[in-house]
């Protein structure tokens, strides 16, 4: 890995900031960045990697924003990319909002951030809760004392800093799993996968030792407890905190937690399971004159689970209007510039059937351009439940004070990328 | 704000740097300067001020000490006398108490970038290595690289080499990964820091505690390491496993490579690493963030080259969703047809088919192609489809005769239509009903490389043809059409009246190319049905020769029409060419290329473009560029790092056999080498003893060594085999090789051509290539 130069640039290329890490590539290449994209639009082939000449431009698209790395090594992309990621991610954390506005307005603590992220080309300090230590929003109050070096940016655990103190010790673990499904128009499933992650929010005083239980197959069996429910976890990834070496000895998941929130870990099952909600639509597109709409939504999870927030969107011809709906629950709103219509029902519990009708009136005229067939869409969240059964069996917390903390578990399911395509 | 002049912008601000009470008053002072690094950072030239901002160093203000410096790095260049006023305050600062000024001054005069800096920065840098604070370490060691390459190509400094080898041991993660990356600028000479074994194990015992750049960092440092033995070679990787569940993709992909290189004489650890490398590939393909998705994606496809059906059982995961850019779907049906198999091809070509009529014209077509098996490199010289194309060294040779003059494409070995060819044309001959231009266009090119390729199917897209003249309206569309009528044209009924239209409008056709293709196809079609072409015939020849504009077609016309005149049976034997290629029997279905072969690209850039276009990139990056991932010393690893240890040193004495000296990397394409092998005489012939199996790929890297490039070479274990070889000497003489073992005999047939004749190298150039298989001969006995 190694960049040459950093770029923010506004949608139209002109470059916000700059930060010329290296200086094997002249910075004025960046004016070959926007025509070369613009071109290879056009085309019809635009990739996330463009070259110039001796140089690669290597970019990701944020809100109004590109941020463009350049090389004229044959670098290692997908590091590359991560760091233009991560760099988002560290601006996100200080102005909440990353975009055009927030870079001119705060381009003092841009160029401060840039410069401890990367030195020559290489990434440094990346983690925000560190730099905020350091780097701080209140640069305006005039502090003459010294400023001082965040213990972390010496230590040895390098995602702790020391000295932490909680009055009230407590990790909050978040079990969340989303999933992805892709059901084609004649309503065979074509992909159902669930993603989990395990999000923990760490207020625990000193360097406390973690240890977290669940009810993972690969343990049940190794310790011959195979009859009681597990799961199988696929595609384990894990926090740099969490000791790799001792979960693949004896599947133990120990680790020195960071301060505040992280992801722990993220697994992947891609054992099929029911659509949890399940969609039937009939679009019937008369022309000229009207276009209708029917939607069937059915709960497939237990009775005793009820889903929340659910969002079924469907797609309209673009040049519709009139819009007349009946629900059987919930609201139907059209929303004209996403060319849907939403159909929200607060709360859904599992077993239910709902009916929705929607009329829609065409103009006589039929427009030339052939419109694409988006799918249709569906956001829920289900709390206390996970689709694929796995659980927190215990979370031990060692600290040498010998503190007493209490750890809280919530589960939810949610939807991730659902999606029904519709003929 | 108003744009102002940015003279007076400077002026402005320089009264006001100036102003006594402004320094006096520390906000008012930090605005000042902040407006300065506003306009600097808008491209005004800022330069004017640079006194007045050197002497705004001198505050306890860190904040406006960072700007300052800021400031400093961006103008020293262009005014080096005034920033060596700087100095001074640098130099101060880089003895303060506070570890971050010491550090945030030692890197601003580090990046300083201008001449007799050195001078200055050589003393705080050998301080700040022994600093305290790890921060200012950190610094220092990127500064030694920095001070380096401000001397330019001056010799290295060994002492400060040694002690940045010792801060390899350093407590602090960052700084030990920053050691290796300044060692290896400084050393990038003598072929980058040397990873020794001591080195090498102190790195794996710190890589859990390094950050996920250092991880990725250290794994591709690692990849210059030999274990010195096989039971060292198991502990690393055993080491290593738990990398490849990060869940930093840069960090899965560097351990994947690394086990890859490592595992280079273990295929089967190679391809136990692929199968546990594919759940974290696969996450990455549908990774929300498109970039990263998009490179994984192209990863597959590298792995799908060697391991084909490595994912074939995950071909939903490759389906594309409604949202998805361009980019990535144009990958994703580049996979799909590559993991195509009994079990899924159902599906897949329902799957593909739904995007045949996407609403985007440009995904549509691709998906079209797809199908057709057929992937164009070039069409025209922008429109490639995907610069990510790969083009595998044994891609099929393909030529066709001069008269049907194709586009020369290079055909890719999925090949859904080749083994499903039914259900592919059935496919595309459904297309043809929507009566869309974009698509029929695309659908008759498809069908006349289909043809060419599958002779059988050529009685269904026959049928299919009738009708399609309708929606064509482009050129290549319509010189598709034009071809096929011609060639097939007995088999289909009305195909002189649909060439007739073509011949009436002739006048208003804009391309020359489809007047070029007309007057071939009428010619051929004549042939085959003269009664009810020779009116139209001669309309055209008296078109293109009297009233044409454009030589080219008139030159073709003049020509024919000679040809004519010389008697039919003549134009017979020139025009009638063969209408399929059943001769690409052997090629057709070239060899899985080895894991080896591209383990060494395996994340870099090299996948993402693909290895077509990254050769046209590097060759436009011209010689003077030292490849920075090659180290010098290493320049015959560089060419065969594949070798097994113990025959590395049997093949290296090859070369000195004779006064030959091949050409290294000389990669002939596909076409030229069958051109050049077509036209060239068997220059010498002999055949050699050859018992049992063999692994090709072993053979292919042998012969890389020694500068001989395969062209092309049949699977493992098929008989015949065949593979195709080209060498150059330094002297520009081309020797081309076929190398031939048929079923059932104990020999190999070597044909060996060459193009200028020329005894004693040939002599030479045939003792390299026998000591070469007979070398491999051994080792499989």
Request: glycine share 6%; aromatic share 8%; hydrophobic share 40%.
């Amino acid at each position: 890995m190694s960049a040459s130069a950093v770029f923010i640039l506004d949608v139209k290329g002109k470059p916000l900031i700059s930060r010329n890490y290296k200086g094997d590539v002249a910075m004025s290449k960046i004016e070959h960045f926007m025509p070369l994209l613009v071109q290879r639009e056009e085309e019809g082939a635009l990739a996330p990697l463009l070259s110039h000449g001796q140089v690669h431009f290597l970019w990701t698209k944020h809100s109004n924003l590109y941020l463009v790395a350049t090389t004229s090594k044959n670098a290692n992309a997908s590091l590359v990319y991560s760091f233009l990621y991560k760099t988002i991610e560290v601006f996100c954390e200080y102005f909440k909002e990353l975009e055009e506005e927030s870079i001119r307005d705060n381009f003092v603590i841009v160029y401060e951030l840039l410069d401890e992220l990367m030195d020559f080309g290489f990434p440094q300090t990346t983690d925000s809760k560190i730099l905020q230590e350091y780097i701080t929003q209140q640069s305006n109050k005039l502090e003459t004392g010294k400023s001082r070096v965040p213990p972390t940016v010496t230590n040895a655990v390098s995602w702790r800093s020391e000295g932490i103190k909680y009055k009230k010790n407590e990790v909050f673990i978040d079990v969340i799993e989303s999933v992805n499904l892709l059901v084609n128009a004649n309503g065979s499933v074509l992909l159902s996968e669930i993603v989990g992650t395990i999000k923990l929010k760490v207020f625990l005083s000193g360097m406390p030792e973690l240890r977290l239980g669940l009810n993972d197959r690969v343990l049940f069996e190794l310790t011959g407890r195979s009859k009681n429910k597990s799961v199988e976890l696929e595609d384990v990834k894990f926090h740099q905190c969490v000791r790799l070496s001792r979960f693949d000895n004896d599947r133990t998941i120990s680790f020195i937690p960071p301060d505040g929130d992280f992801e722990l870990m993220s697994y992947r099952l891609s054992t099929q399971v029911k659509p949890l909600i399940w969609i039937e639509s009939v679009i019937e597109k008369f022309s000229h004159s009207r276009v209708e709409i029917t939607v069937k939504a059915k709960g497939q999870f237990k009775k005793q689970s009820v889903a929340n927030g659910v969002e079924i969107s469907v797609p309209v011809p673009s040049d519709a209007d009139s819009p007349r709906f009946k629900t059987s629950v919930g609201s139907a709103k059209y929303v004209p510039e996403r060319n849907v219509v939403i159909w929200s029902i607060k709360s859904f519990p599992g077993g239910k059937e709902y009916l929705m009708r929607a009329h829609f009136g065409l103009p006589s005229v039929e427009k030339e351009e052939v419109e694409g067939r988006p799918p249709i869409g569906v956001k829920f969240e289900i709390p206390y439940f996970t689709v694929s059964g796995i659980q927190v069996r215990y979370m031990k917390i060692i600290e040498k004070s010998g503190y007493q903390a209490l750890p809280w578990v919530r589960y939810i399911t949610q939807s991730g990328d659902y999606q029904l395509r519709t003929s | 704000m108003p744009y102002l002049g940015s003279e007076d912008v400077v002026k402005e601000l320089k009264k006001a740097l100036c102003n006594p009470h402004i320094q006096a008053d520390r906000l008012r002072y930090r605005n000042v300067i902040q407006r300065v690094i506003r306009y600097m950072t808008q491209g005004l030239d800022m330069s004017g001020v640079f006194m007045e901002m050197v002497k705004a160093s001198a505050t306890v203000d860190i904040v406006q000490k960072k700007l300052v410096y800021l400031y400093m790095c961006t103008y020293a260049p262009l005014k080096p006398d005034l920033a060596l006023l700087a100095i001074n305050t640098l130099c101060k600062d880089c003895s303060d108490p506070n570890p971050m000024v010491r550090g945030l001054a030692l890197r601003s005069m580090c990046s300083l970038r201008m001449p007799g800096v050195q001078e200055y920065i050589q003393q705080p840098i050998l301080n700040g290595l022994r600093d305290k604070a790890s921060y200012v370490r950190r610094v220092a060691v990127l500064g030694c690289a920095k001070m380096h390459n401000l001397h330019g190509d001056s010799e290295v400094d060994g002492a400060l080499v040694n002690e940045l080898y010792s801060l390899l041991r350093d407590q602090d993660p960052i700084v030990v990964v920053n050691c290796l990356r300044s060692l290896e600028e400084i050393l990038k000479q003598e072929g980058g820091v040397v990873i020794n074994k001591p080195i090498a194990h102190h790195l794996l015992n710190r890589m859990s505690k390094l950050d996920q750049w250092g991880q990725a960092e250290v794994l591709n440092f690692l990849l210059r390491y030999q274990p010195r033995s096989e039971e060292e070679l198991f502990d690393i990787l055993n080491l290593l496993d738990s990398f490849l569940k990060s869940s930093s993709p840069g960090v899965v992909m560097g351990a994947t490579k690394l086990f890859l290189i490592l595992a280079k004489m273990f295929p089967h650890v190679q391809t136990d690493v692929l199968v546990r490398v594919k759940g974290p590939l696969l996450a990455a393909c549908s990774s929300e963030s498109r970039e990263l998705c998009f490179v994984a994606l192209c990863h597959v496809r590298q792995i799908l080259h060697s391991l084909p059906g490595h994912f074939s059982s995950h071909y939903k995961k490759f389906f594309c969703s409604y949202s998805e850019p361009h980019y990535i779907k144009l990958q994703k049906v580049e996979v799909l047809c590559e993991l195509v198999n009994d079990e899924n091809v159902q599906q897949v070509l329902e799957e593909l088919r739904g995007y045949c009529t996407d609403v985007s014209a440009d995904f549509a077509q691709a998906a079209i192609f797809a199908i057709g098996a057929e992937k164009r490199e070039q069409r025209g010289d922008k429109k490639s489809l995907g610069d990510c194309c790969q083009v595998s060294p044994t891609k099929i040779l393909h030529c066709r005769c001069a008269a049907t003059k194709r586009v020369p494409h290079i055909w890719l070995p999925c090949g859904i239509a080749r083994t499903y060819t039914d259900q592919c044309v059935q496919i595309l001959t459904e297309l043809l009903g929507l009566r869309q231009e974009h698509i029929t266009t695309v659908v008759v090119q498809t069908f006349r490389d289909l043809v060419w390729l599958c002779p059988q199917c050529t009685e269904a897209v026959c049928q299919a043809l009738p009708g399609c003249e309708e929606n064509i309206q482009d050129s290549e569309g319509k010189q598709a059409l034009i071809w096929l009528l011609g060639v097939h044209g007995e088999r289909i009924p009305n195909a002189p009246y649909v060439l007739e239209d073509f011949v009436e409008n002739v006048k208003s056709e804009t391309f020359p190319a489809v007047k070029m293709e007309l007057l071939t196809a009428l010619l051929r079609l004549f042939l085959s049905r003269p009664a009810e072409c020779q009116d139209m015939l001669g309309r055209l020849l008296y078109y293109c020769i009297e009233e044409e504009k454009d030589m080219a077609v008139r030159d073709r016309g003049l020509f024919y029409y000679r040809l004519l005149l010389v008697g039919i049976d003549e134009v017979k034997r020139i025009l009638c060419s063969p209408k399929s290629d059943p001769t690409l029997g052997l090629l057709e279905d070239p060899a899985e290329r080895p894991v080896n072969s591209w383990a060494s690209d395996f994340n870099t850039l090299v996948p993402v473009y693909g290895k077509a276009h990254w050769a046209t990139i590097s060759k436009c990056q011209g010689a003077e560029r030292c490849d920075p991932e090659l180290p010098k010393t290493s320049s015959f690893a560089a060419s065969g790092p594949l070798i097994p240890e113990e025959n590395k040193e049997r093949v290296q004495e090859l070369p000195d056999s004779g006064a030959l000296m091949l050409v290294p990397n000389r990669q002939l394409t596909a076409d030229y080498f069958e051109k050049t092998w077509l036209s060239l005489k068997v220059a010498h012939q002999q055949v050699l003893p050859w018992r049992g199996e063999f692994h090709p790929d072993t053979l292919q890297m042998a012969l890389q060594v020694v500068n001989i490039q395969t062209i092309a070479m049949s699977r493992a274990g098929s008989r015949p085999w065949k593979a195709y070889l080209s060498a150059q000497d330094d002297t520009g003489c081309l020797f081309l090789t076929e190398l031939l073992l048929e079923p059932g005999n104990s020999e190999m047939q070597i044909s060996v051509k060459q193009n200028e004749a020329r005894t004693e190298t040939l002599n030479s150039f045939i003792s390299v290539l026998e000591t070469v298989i007979g070398t491999i001969e051994e080792i499989k006995s």
